[in-house]
């Protein structure tokens, strides 16, 4: 393992993602809007069948849901949308511009009733955080909004129900990340991550509310506590973040108590996952670990001449994640007269790793990564890889994988992003891409093949799309910018939350 000098420098967006050149089943037929953020809104919309032909060749069912309605010609025009699943419910969050309002809509993942429809003071950077009883709305300003979660007083409408910023004026360092009890905000102004309670109100007001480390200590066990960068994860027992100190924190949920702080090393370009009772993060060291909730280590892969990046993906003991390539560049001198070699990185692979647990009589079960290459005893190898070219997992199920390939770019001037910006049509960066290219391919989970000819689909209709990584819900979700969502998914879905 090789553990790397100097701060490596990170691709901008657009190198890391690449173009994906393949032949698809269906020809693009995307109206202008979707693609371009400077087209009108889409004035006219396409039949609910016209959608679900492009579908028809996944092995999955399909569910679909019409925002606008069958008697409506003006469609509702769809600009975000978000799955979440939690202890209280699965559900589509959508927001939508109509009239010059956006609306948010809670819809059912499962049977695709609606729950409610409200107006939102306005769109924010940051997505939606689902507690049990309230939807929060941030922003990177620290301001936020509060919705009411479960109930709809005015015939499926819900209501605001706080507004402003939490006390203290608290300033997200990075995305905030939220359970069914609380939201956890780190901290620029305090180089803490704050647990505001959402138990008793919706303004972080409350026994239940703490900050880690505590005010005034500085630090946990000697060690200097920095910034946050990178969105924490947090299931109802736990919450985990990577601070600038190298060391990946484990903290309880309801308590902000400490629990472990394993030292990674290096710095880390992975936003952790708590996913099987386990923690999966990447270190700049070359490395991709999982840790146990204890702080005990479960496994570590070596990444040969590269680092993981980005979301990491699990489901079924199956892992992936992306990587940066490690190489020497040659950058001149600061007399301009030479030339010296300087630590950069490039796209590197898409890997997939798997897990097992091993039993262990009258002890615990033992935790060990499966070798992709037992020619090769002394590294344990990833199953299989694929280059990099900015593709996201979205399920697994059945024996397959669901990657999408997408590619966009980014090509409108300050100028025209500053006019974007006042009429409400670009808030979060994804709204200044163009969408180039989105393809959909299934896969053999175990080989990383290309399962039959068919199961490569253009989705460039298809302005949203997103995965499950819950096994009670093998899905994809959707969404056209003319207010449809569609959800194809595995098996008989659940009707019922879970998980921890």
Partial sequence: MKTLTRAL????PGLAIAFLAASCTIPSQARPGDRNPLAPDPLQRQPVSYYEAQLVELPLRVRSYDLSGRDRRIPIVVREMHVVHD???DEILVIDSDNNRNHMWSIDAYDFTLHWRTPIEKRVDFTPLPTRNYIFLMNNDGEYQAYDR??????GESRLVSKGRFAGDTFPSAHPASNDTHLF????????????????NARGVGPESWAFPPAGTGGVGGNTFMQINIQPAADRETVVFVNNNHRLYMVDAQTGEYRADPYLEAQSRTRPTIADDLVFVGSDRGVLYAWQKSGQSAWIADIENGVPYGDIFVEDRWVFVRTLEVYDREVPTDDGRGKRIRADVRPGKLMAFQYRLIDVKDDRPVYDLVDGNPATPHVKEPMWTEP????QVLMVADGRVYILYEKNEEFLSEREKAKLRDQ???VTKRDELRTVSRTLKVLDVN?????RPEWQLNLMDFAFVCGSMKTRDRAIYLATRDGYVF????????STAGGK
């Avoid at 420098?9 to 901008?12: A, F, I």
């Avoid at 479960?150 to 015939?155: A, D, G, L, V, W």
């Avoid at 905000?185 to 008793?200: E, K």
């Avoid at 990099?388 to 593709?391: E, L, T």
Wanted: hydrophobic share 30%; aromatic share 2%; glycine share 12%.
């Fill in 9 to 12: 420098t990170c691709l901008p």
């Fill in 87 to 89: 202890d209280v419910r």
């Fill in 150 to 155: 479960q109930s709809s007083p005015r015939q």
């Fill in 185 to 200: 905000v780190p901290a620029t102004n305090s180089n803490s991550v704050r647990g505001l309670s959402m138990i008793g």
């Fill in 388 to 391: 990099d070219v900015g593709q």
């Fill in 424 to 426: 409400g049509r670009i």
């Fill in 447 to 451: 080989t990383g093949r290309l399962a």
């Fill in 487 to 494: 959800k194809v998914y595995a098996g008989k879905p659940r």
